[in-house]
């Protein structure tokens, strides 16, 4: 079974909206992690977590919220979405001691009108 | 600051072998990884360096070199199949697990 699961896999949200990305993960590990995926681009940290929580900034924050309420769960909020924030995000997950090897959910191909 | 640098593209033939490049620049290193990502899909962790030297995984080998800022991914004995984007990502702290990633080189073997 997918240990990483994302909802939805895709959406469309109108300018202005607010868009909450959900994460699950069952491998039972602490880190967990939001990037997105610009087409034809590498992957950028949004926020992470090593604590149910709690949530730290990656390397591109602004816009973004998340929250992660559970070990269980991370979730990124967008309180109010705009066109730039079209992408594909993905959420992962890392044990504490396996800081190289990180698992991926599929995807989230969010479209901003 | 923090860069990793890949070439875009790579084509190869079936039955030879690729080798893919990364270059980094870094405040601090500790340890690089390659991940696959095909099409439409999630990055799939493939390798991962620390230490100097040559990596020997079977179909995918692992090169680094800190004191250069570099490492190549070398996938021998191609299969159409191997046909995806190869990611390279750098950690600077270990604690963090934070990754820096390439955009990734899109490589196409052809038969």
């Known amino acids: 079974e997918a240990a990483v699961t994302q909802s939805p896999r895709s959406k469309v949200a109108v300018t202005g909206g607010k868009v909450t990305l959900s994460c699950h993960q069952t491998n039972n590990h602490d880190y967990m992690y939001w990037y997105r995926q610009d087409t034809g681009h590498g992957l950028r940290l949004i926020h992470y977590?090593?604590?149910?929580?709690?949530?730290e900034k990656g390397d591109i924050p602004d816009g973004y919220k998340a929250s992660r309420p559970s070990q269980e769960n991370f979730s990124l909020i967008l309180e109010l979405a705009s066109l730039s924030q079209t992408a594909v995000y993905f959420c992962a997950s890392r044990a504490p001691l396996g800081g190289l090897e990180q698992y991926f959910g599929p995807g989230t191909r969010l479209t901003v009108l | 600051g923090q860069g990793v640098e890949q070439p875009a593209k790579l084509m190869s033939v079936e039955g030879t072998f690729a080798r893919v490049n990364c270059t980094y620049s870094?405040?601090?290193?500790?340890?690089l990884s390659w991940y696959q990502q095909r099409e439409g899909q999630a990055p799939v962790f493939l390798s991962y360096v620390v230490l100097d030297g040559l990596k020997d995984s079977g179909h995918f080998s692992t090169f680094l070199s800190r004191s250069n800022g570099y490492s190549y991914l070398l996938l021998t004995e191609l299969q159409i199949k191997d046909s995806a984007s190869y990611l390279c990502?750098?950690?600077?702290?270990?604690?963090?697990?934070?990754?820096?990633f390439g955009d990734g080189t899109v490589l196409t073997v052809k038969p």
């Open positions: 870094t405040s601090g290193f500790n340890g």
């Open positions: 977590s090593y604590v149910a929580d709690s949530t």
């Open positions: 990502a750098v950690r600077n702290n270990t604690n963090t697990g934070k990754l820096t």
